[in-house]
């Protein structure tokens, strides 16, 4: 079910987390890039929030097919969340190289119009604050995508993160480098600094996005969405924002108290709610 968009929520049932339980990652990823379709021909120059790592994919590739059937995406602005702290920006495996082979290329965006923080470490001790400026004087973002890690990060806010952090320099945990290693030849090349959108940036989003695919993630994304809103699962930050809409598998829908009550409010949903 894919029932008409909207750009601002009004819920009757207050400013809640949504969770949709898709059948396949497939199904998610198309439902989240038909909303971001929808909002870019209302809205050409949208500014879309873009993440790295698996989870994104089905909506790129969901978003691809889009543009393949005329949607235009080239006034779309983008803002990563993060990168790798020394990492060189040719490097296949920086942020900057992931975003431009994942999503500018194969979704036609600007590369202009392009932003990911500046892992340089040459200029790294102003960084954080320089995206930040950037972000402030551009307006914001307009929808954020977002995964979640094993340990409950977002973007590279590990355990332990303020949840007013902005945009900053992050030491990665050894799960973090551990999960990260399979995209490197060997496990010591994974960068073990970061630069990232901080929790409170985050939040400053209007839309959040949250995805969550697979058995693995279904532990995590059931704490984030049902359990307490603590700095030690950075991820449960998304019960503090007014619009978030979290989509997960049904793999990833097994540890859910109240799983058949989000079934039955997305059935049963106003058509004119929209994401």
Not at 136 to 148: E, K, N, P, S, Y
Not at 233 to 250: K, R
Request: proline share 6%; net charge negative.
């Amino acid at each position: 079910r894919d029932p008409p968009m909207r750009s601002v929520r009004r819920s009757s049932e207050g400013a809640v987390a949504e969770v949709v339980i898709v059948e396949h990652p497939d199904v998610g990823g198309e439902l989240v890039a038909r909303h971001i379709a929808s909002r870019v021909r209302a809205q050409p120059d949208f500014t879309l929030g873009v993440a790295t790592g698996s989870t994104p994919l089905p909506v790129y590739a969901a978003l691809a097919r889009e543009c393949a059937a005329g949607l235009d995406l080239s006034r779309v602005v983008a803002f990563a969340l993060d990168e790798y702290v020394g990492l060189p920006r040719q490097h296949p495996e920086s942020y900057h190289s992931v975003i431009q082979r994942e999503v500018t290329e194969p979704l036609g965006l600007d590369p202009s119009l392009v932003r990911v923080p500046d892992g340089d470490e040459a200029t790294i001790a102003t960084a954080g604050e320089r995206y930040e400026a950037e972000l402030t004087a551009h307006g914001g973002v307009d929808l954020q995508l977002l995964g979640i890690g094993t340990d409950g990060h977002v973007g590279f806010n590990e355990p332990g993160s303020s949840l007013a952090s902005l945009t900053r320099i992050k030491t990665l945990t050894a799960s973090t480098r551990a999960d990260n290693a399979r995209f490197f030849d060997a496990p010591e090349q994974v960068p073990t600094h970061c630069i990232t959108q901080g929790i409170g940036t985050i939040l400053r989003a209007r839309h959040l996005v949250l995805l969550a695919f697979g058995a693995g993630k279904a532990d995590v994304i059931a704490a984030a969405v049902e359990g307490p809103v603590t700095a030690t699962l950075p991820g449960s930050c998304i019960q503090l924002h007014a619009h978030v809409t979290v989509v997960v598998d049904e793999a990833a829908a097994t540890s859910f108290e109240r799983a058949s009550y989000y079934r039955w409010v997305y059935e049963h949903k106003p058509a004119w709610q929209g994401l």
